[in-house]
């Protein structure tokens, strides 16, 4: 689904451990690390494109993640204008995704990238919090910054309690 501006609907993966590192992977044959994502088709909902992204890309069912929490509004970047397809129609200028924060319940075992015939991942590995921001590749840095932000308070415990 692109829009009227040219940005392809999408969902961001945010796969948190217990010890609230996140999962890191890497494109297959290349030395480019990100998160998962993936589009969100017609008649889908974020939702529903974010289980169905989980289980092509990683491997992993509903029942191994829980949701935190996501983005309320679409984050957007830009594709760089050496990557657009200008032969495609409509063309796709870049991303708007909502993203989502999960925290793993079961082994990181179940990780797996053979779920298709061409799987988008080939390692992974598990990070401290803001090392996404740094290490992506530079045209979506901001966005990770911003989704990471914004997602960030939803693993902090709370802080206080009202004992009155």
């Keep these: 689904m692109i829009d009227s501006e040219g940005y392809r609907a999408n969902v961001g993966i945010i796969l948190t451990n217990e010890a609230g590192q996140l999962f890191w992977a890497r494109r297959i044959g290349e030395n480019a690390w990100q998160f998962p994502q993936g589009g969100i088709r017609d008649n889908e909902s974020p939702e529903q ?15 191994d993640v829980q949701i935190i929490g996501s983005t309320k509004d679409w984050l957007r970047y830009q594709i760089p204008k050496r990557y657009v397809r200008r032969h495609s129609k409509p063309v796709c200028i870049g991303q708007k995704q909502v993203w989502f924060l999960l925290r793993l319940l079961t082994s990181d075992q179940q990780v797996h990238f053979n779920n298709t015939e061409r799987p988008e991942f080939d390692e992974w590995r598990w990070v401290e919090y ?6 992506v590749i530079p045209f979506k840095r901001r966005v990770y ?16 309690c009202d004992y009155a």
């Design 49 to 63: 494109a974010l289980y169905r992204e989980l289980h092509e890309e990683v491997g992993l069912q509903p029942g």
């Design 130 to 135: 803001w090392l996404p921001a740094d290490e």
């Design 145 to 160: 910054r911003q989704a990471l932000e914004e997602l960030e308070p939803l693993l902090q415990p709370a802080l206080s």
